[in-house]
């Protein structure tokens, strides 16, 4: 069997219990490290033998248990999670029974109200070392999803023997890439489902096996395991929200968005916002890519570019929104680039251990940057330099509504730093480590004063991502938003992410709702991929039909131009796109305030049909709409799956009979600004016993702090011999956020 493993370990291999302390909250369990096998191999890495493991109740569907070295501190990860003040001491209201096996140690959950097991480390090969740990469990089922960031060819996985690497570093999807999502859902065979999160941010890989089971290799930090009870799919999205709920994003960027990289100069982006007008296309939002700076470098002008702050000024004033991108990467060796020198005033900069260098960590970004430092986000002034050079842009050079953060893996085009691994300082163990999960260039892992990029790579996009985010609503007073590259658990409280630097090539299609379905996991909601592609030349066909299903993305952004048919084609699925808004901005403030999904695989919906389990070319908005793209070269008849849904349109949209109700705008614009001022439409579609129900959201669409000046609509319908009852609850209309009362339209 291709992959699987060629030893194995003695049943006994492990660590035994040696002492359990039980309170109502809480268990505590000490570990000692069976020696009858000796070390575990790795010279560089001892073992460590004592161990203490810690097992708290939080609330009656989750749980923590955490392992580590009481005797030495190591790195655990600072993402602030919300968990309940107090802890469940009542054993009744937990969903789930948590044993511990003495040899070898392990941790055991079952579900009570079925029995299944649904986590089981009593298995051999438990190791802890210094440089490398590794845990395996069995699994409750082979229905497993999650875990990212890499390219998935199917949402659930594959168990034969298939492993994944998750360290977040410059590679186009393909293998590990941008972020670092440590988080799976599990589906029981009773169709319950589950969550776990392994806390830890150093260079991992997961390993599936038929089992099924599931084995994880870290190199530090600790085992800190969050697992949550559901019990169904959309439950274990809400609390896994723990991490934080998705940023709500301003309104106007659900509208339909252009980027291109390879803009020559301004008038090519003036000429294309021009045809877009004639074309008639609903366009929102209009980007620059690395090719406005002078040689990559943030916070300049290109000479090419000059004319680009007053074409920004003109647009912006006809209801458009700019967005540009910013790299973290700062260039060091040019002369008089002010970002720099007042980055290296502040000391804003990563450096190597003071006990090594007081000298900047060299990396190179880039073709024309020769030397290239990286702020350090973890401290509070770097965050303030951070917001003060876009400040200084805002107001002195180009006016902007969102930002566009890329590389910040960190990428570097060097491997530890300028010159190479040799150039490296300090432990080169570090560099190169006892076990290798797959990775890219980075900087090195020797830096840092507090901490060791060794053990903080993974957050540095996480790092960056909070200060660019506060620094837009600072600068502009409105929500605006931030789209950034690399992520890690927590990183959707403040910005979305587009799925990278994709392939123009049909797979790409069906990858792209594999991805989307996959952050919806991880509570990033703001998803989306580059339609028709970043690399290579896209192929017509291919292009509109990704254009199609790209209209459907939360996050809708082509990266390719087209003739008159192609804008014919655009035009019409984006008038459908743009009809649906009201439905989809309300669906983003659920996932903000309530931590649902807003791309949905069909199993949240419909759990209790197997078939759905294994679906991924299709998926939902939120509980009501579901989106059957053609995918194919050759599409002449799709397969869609339908399940007590209702067909409303001809054109691969379905919705599900009650109790929803789906807002629609009646008339859509080119702009989102006169589109909202159109008259609203409710989409019913009655159940079985003629009712239907919903809620919309609506407010300015961009303020800050709204949540408390909003207007909600809660409607019911009911039909009673052949009447339509409609109720509109605690429904007021503002002249303000332009609400009319809207038209009640019903699908049969």
Sequence with gaps: IGGAPWCFYPKDYGYNVERITNTSTSMTVEIVRNRMYGTSGRPKSPDIDKLRVEIVYHSSDMFRFKIWDPSTPRYEVPVPLTVPSAPEPDEDKR??????????????????????????????????????????????????????????????????????????????????????HPFYMGLEN??????VLLLNSNAMDVTFQPTPALTYRTLGGILDFYMILGPTPEMVVQEYTLIGRPVLPAYWSLGFQLCRYGYKDD?????????????????????????YMVRQMDFTLDKEFQGLPAFVDKIRSEGMRFIFMLDPAISGNETNYLTFERGKAQDVFIKWPTTLSDDIVWGKVRGNVAYTAFPDFFRQRTADWWQNEMREYYEKTLKFDGIWIDMNEPASFVHGTVGGAG?????????????????????????????????????????HSKPTY????????????????????????????????????????????????????????YTGADICGFFQEAEYEMCLRWMQLGAFYPYSRNHNAWDDKFAEVSRDVLNIRYTLLPYL?????????????????????????RATWDIHRQFLWGPALMISPALDEVCEECITFLSATKKCTCLYEYVKIGPVLQQC??????????????????????????????????????????????????????RMHNYMSENLHNFYFSAIYSLRKPTVIYCY
């Design 267 to 291: 008038t090519e982006i003036k000429n294309l916002y021009e045809d877009m007008k004639a074309a008639g296309i609903p366009y929102d939002v209009q980007y620059a890519d690395i090719d």
């Design 95 to 180: 969903l789930y029974k948590v044993t511990v096996t003495d040899k070898p140690f392990g941790i055991q959950v079952i579900r009570k109200s079925t029995g299944t097991k649904i986590w089981d480390s009593a298995v051999p090969g438990f190791t802890f070392s210094d440089m490398f740990i590794q845990v395996s469990t069995r699994l409750s089922s082979e229905f497993v999803y999650g875990f990212g960031e890499t390219e998935h060819t199917t949402y659930r996985h594959d168990l034969n023997y298939h492993t994944w690497g998750m360290f977040s570093k410059d590679q186009p999807p393909g293998m590990n890439c941008y972020g670092v």
């Design 423 to 463: 150039n490296c300082l300090g432990n080169r163990d570090l560099e190169f480590p006892p076990y290798m999960p797959r990775k890219r260039y980075t900087i090195t892992f020797n830096d840092g004063k507090a901490v060791r990029h060794f053990d903080v790579h993974s957050l540095y996009g996480w790092s």
């Design 585 to 609: 901005y309300t669906l983003m403030y659920e996932a903000h305030t309530e931590g649902t999904t807003v791309v949905r695989p069909l199993l949240h919906e419909f759990v209790d049909d």
């Design 470 to 525: 506060d620094a837009v609503l600072s600068i502009t007073g409105k929500r605006g938003i931030v789209v950034t590259r690399s992520t890690y658990p927590s990183s959707g409280k403040w910005v979305g992410h587009w799925l990278g630097d994709n392939y123009s090539g049909w797979d790409q299609l069906y990858k792209s709702i594999i991805g989307m379905m996959e952050f919806s996991l991880f509570g990033i909601s």
């Design 190 to 195: 009773t169709a319950d489902a589950h969550g």
């Design 665 to 718: 705008a009646l008339t859509p614009s080119v702009l989102f600004l006169f589109s909202r001022k159109n008259p609203l439409g409710l989409l019913v579609a009655l159940d079985d016993d003629g009712a239907a129900q919903g809620s919309l959201f609506w407010d300015d669409g961009e303020g800050i702090g709204n949540l408390g000046r909003k207007t909600i609509l809660n409607y019911k319908v009911l």
